[in-house]
Structure formats: structure tokens, C-alpha cells
């Protein structure tokens, strides 16, 4: 799960609203974004290989899980929480200043405006596969969705992720996975394919995810073709690969070389291995998972 996420994450957002860079898309390395990464890792921008917002607050909803609370309130502390712990660039502008800014849950609930169709409620959402059944992961989805994005797009998008990751923990082929989800979250066509760039869009995002997702099993191809679509490159690319790397059918060619350069430190990739370990023991989640 977390591998796919963070990998996803990390190697899409130096493609992220940059057609220019798509020259380089072969998933063997790691890219500074032209405009808003740093090469030297000055002030608060993000270097080659480190993750943005889409990781960081997977690793929020992933702690909320693990706290047993799922409570609005306790994935509004999870979120706060994680980013004071750990603040980053790769947010939303607006949003990291509203990060910086509201320190308390109090302060966040008060001045949220949760009125957003884009896709931060989808990217945050495939540990909600971990959830004992698809209706605790809707009604999960809702509420943490509800917090930053309390729209039906916002909602949705988030279901149909959590659905997906759903899904491929438990079962050994993709085949009726979309119309599982088609089922349960009624209303979108999610079967057609997406084409061209994808638009910082809930149901855009997921249904791109969804179109590699089935297009391969590949973990490598999975990274190249999310961001092949150009647009918010680093959530398709998090999202599909961070919901194939649940499939234990899945093929682990993901290169040596991204393993080993992405984010390590306080919080990088064993962190966020060990709390994936954490949150499979709680929910039991199969060892060979």
C-alpha cells in the first residue's frame, strides 16, 4: 500500500502541470519539478524523491485509522497533527497557508471551507481499504471527506478509492472491480477510459487511476502510464499505484533505483512501512497481503 503511495507520489510530482518533463517519463529515476522543487533542498521546497501532500495526508487518515476513533474530529486532529509534526511544501498554496495558520483542530473545523470538488479527499483515501466491509468504507469516506471536501464529487471520489483499495486487498484478479464499484457508487461511467490530462478533479482523478489500474499489473507501467496522461500527475500516479501495490497478483518491477532514492528519514518510506504493518495488524489484513 504505503510503497505504492509514497513512489507514486514522489516520482509523479516532479511531471505534476508540466507537459515539458513527460520527455523523461521511463519511472528509472526521480525529477525536480521546474518551479516549485529545489535541487538543493533550500527553504521549504521539495527535492527530487521527497513526497507532497498526496503521502502525507494518506499517512494522516492511515493514523486516524489506527486510533480507533473515526470520528470528524479525529481526522481533523490527524491532519492537523501530522503536518505541524512534519510541515511541507506540495500542498495547495492556499491550503498550506490555512496548514500554517490553523494549528488546532478548533481553528481548522471553524475556518475549513469545505466546499471542494478537487481530488484531496480522493488522494488521502486508499488506506480506508483496510475497513472491515464497503459500506464502512463509504461511510468512513464521508466523514473524512466531509472535512475538506464536503461535495458530492469530493464524497464520491473519496468512496471510489477507498472501494478500490477495497477490493484488490482481497481478491486475487481485478475482474469486477468496476462494476463493484459502478455498484456502489452509483451515478458515474467509470468504465470508459480516461484520456488526455487529468484536471485537479475528484472523479477525473480516480477515474484515470481506475484506467491504469486496469490497463496493467505492472507496477512499473502502472507509474508510467499515470503520468503519461499529464495534469496532476503525482495523484493518479499515488493513487493507482498506491491501490495496485494492495494486490498480491500485482508484478513488483518497480526499478531498485526509486526504492532506494525515495524519502527516507523521520518519515519517509520505513516509516511509513511500519505504519502500514500497524494498521494491516489492526485491521487484520493478511500477511501475505
Not at 228 to 236: K, R
Not at 267 to 284: M, P, V
Request: with cysteine.
Amino acid at each position: 500500500m504505503f510503497t505504492g503511495i509514497l513512489i507514486g507520489d514522489a516520482y509523479g510530482a516532479g511531471f505534476e502541470f508540466k507537459n515539458s518533463m513527460l520527455i523523461h517519463n521511463d519511472a528509472m529515476k526521480y525529477y525536480n519539478h521546474p518551479t516549485h522543487m529545489a535541487s538543493d533542498g533550500s527553504g521549504n521546497s521539495l527535492r527530487a524523491g521527497q513526497y507532497t501532500d498526496d503521502t502525507q495526508m494518506s499517512i494522516a487518515v492511515a493514523k486516524a485509522l489506527l486510533s480507533g476513533d473515526l470520528s470528524r474530529e479525529s481526522f481533523a486532529k490527524s491532519f492537523v497533527d501530522t503536518f505541524q509534526g512534519d510541515p511541507r511544501k506540495g500542498y495547495a498554496k492556499r491550503f498550506y497557508e490555512f496548514l500554517i495558520t490553523n494549528r488546532t483542530v478548533e481553528s481548522f473545523l471553524s475556518n475549513i471551507r469545505p466546499d471542494s470538488e478537487k481530488n484531496g479527499a480522493a488522494m488521502r483515501s486508499v488506506p480506508l481499504g483496510v475497513l472491515s466491509s464497503p459500506d464502512e468504507v463509504m461511510r468512513v469516506a464521508d466523514i473524512q471527506a466531509s472535512i475538506t471536501h464536503n461535495t458530492q464529487i469530493g464524497r464520491d471520489s473519496s468512496k471510489i478509492v477507498g472501494l478500490a483499495a477495497y477490493y484488490l486487498l482481497r481478491k486475487d484478479s481485478k475482474e469486477g472491480l468496476i462494476s463493484f464499484i459502478e455498484h456502489k457508487v452509483p451515478g458515474y461511467d467509470l468504465k470508459t477510459p480516461w484520456t488526455g490530462k487529468v484536471p485537479c478533479h475528484g472523479i477525473a482523478t480516480a477515474q484515470a487511476a481506475l484506467t491504469v489500474l486496469m490497463s496493467t499489473d505492472s507496477m512499473k507501467e502502472t507509474l508510467i502510464r499515470s503520468v503519461a496522461f499529464g495534469g496532476d500527475t503525482d495523484s493518479v500516479a499515488s493513487i493507482a499505484l498506491g491501490i495496485l501495490d494492495c494486490y498480491k497478483n500485482k508484478i513488483d518491477d518497480l526499478p531498485k533505483n526509486l526504492i532506494d532514492t525515495c524519502e527516507q528519514g523521520n518519515y519517509g518510506l520505513d516509516f511509513c512501512l511500519d505504519l502500514e504493518q500497524k494498521l494491516f495488524e489492526k485491521y487484520n489484513i493478511g500477511a501475505s497481503v
